[in-house]
């Protein structure tokens, strides 16, 4: 079975510091990993996903993500945060269905 | 392009009451999935439904049914609320390949009295 661990419930970070969101997985098979951000009372918007290839990837809004197999990790990076990125990030994987397990989030609070 | 719509986005029910939700996928997506979000179980997979048959399906009790419409509409059914319904249910599309990025709607907030 497949098993998304987000071991940081909160990351407090102060405005234009860097930041990491760790994200493991477990899982069998051969998976593809996702990153979303949910900002208040909104649904979840996609930030990045690896799926084959490099291994680091980068999505919207200057975070990137670096696959990594042999430590399960697939954590989240941004050199330089804003107020602005203040919001839930869930870390979510899927074995090529559209069933996507999810980590338990981490609340990212940007302080100015 | 529109985005993923939801119906409603807010209702308040009672206990014993059933209630339906409806989504509207991305033109052109014929998967649409949806999850449970709570604060207590975070997200959870309730089920997902590709071109009018349900595909995956998680672990949540009977009383959650939905079904999938021919123009990839969908709709989620709760009978019997129990208060532990309370929550954000989010729908969200895809082509349904399973490596296609799922968008998601706004969610509909229920909330059982």
């Known amino acids: 079975a497949q098993s998304v661990t987000q071991l940081d419930s909160q990351v407090p970070v102060f405005e234009e510091a860097p930041v990491e969101l760790r994200c493991n997985y477990s899982s069998s098979v051969s998976v593809y990993l996702f990153w979303y951000v949910q900002y208040p009372n909104q649904g979840l918007q996609l930030l990045l996903k690896y799926l084959s290839g490099s291994t680091l990837v980068k999505g919207i809004n200057g975070f990137e993500a670096e696959f990594n197999k042999s430590q399960t990790s697939f954590h989240l990076r941004k050199p330089s945060v804003h107020i602005s990125d203040t919001a839930e990030y869930f870390c979510?994987?899927?074995?090529?269905?559209?069933?996507?397990?999810f980590g338990t989030g981490t609340r990212l609070q940007v302080f100015p | 392009k529109a985005g993923v719509t939801q119906t409603p986005r807010y209702l308040i029910k009672t206990r014993g009451q059933q209630v339906t939700l409806s989504c509207s996928p991305i033109?052109?997506?014929?998967?649409v999935s949806w999850y449970q979000q709570t604060p207590g179980q975070g997200l959870q997979f309730l089920f997902e439904y590709f071109s009018e048959t349900q595909r995956n399906k998680g672990n949540f009790p009977g009383r959650f049914s939905g079904r999938q419409f021919s123009n990839s509409r969908s709709e989620m059914n709760v009978s019997t609320l129990e208060l532990g319904d309370s929550a954000l249910y989010l729908c969200?599309?895809?082509?349904?390949?399973?490596?296609?990025?799922?968008?998601f709607g706004p969610g509909t907030r229920l909330l059982v009295l």
């Open positions: 033109s052109g997506h014929r998967s």
């Open positions: 969200a599309s895809s082509r349904g390949t399973g490596q296609e990025t799922q968008y």
């Open positions: 979510a994987v899927n074995n090529n269905t559209d069933k996507l397990i």
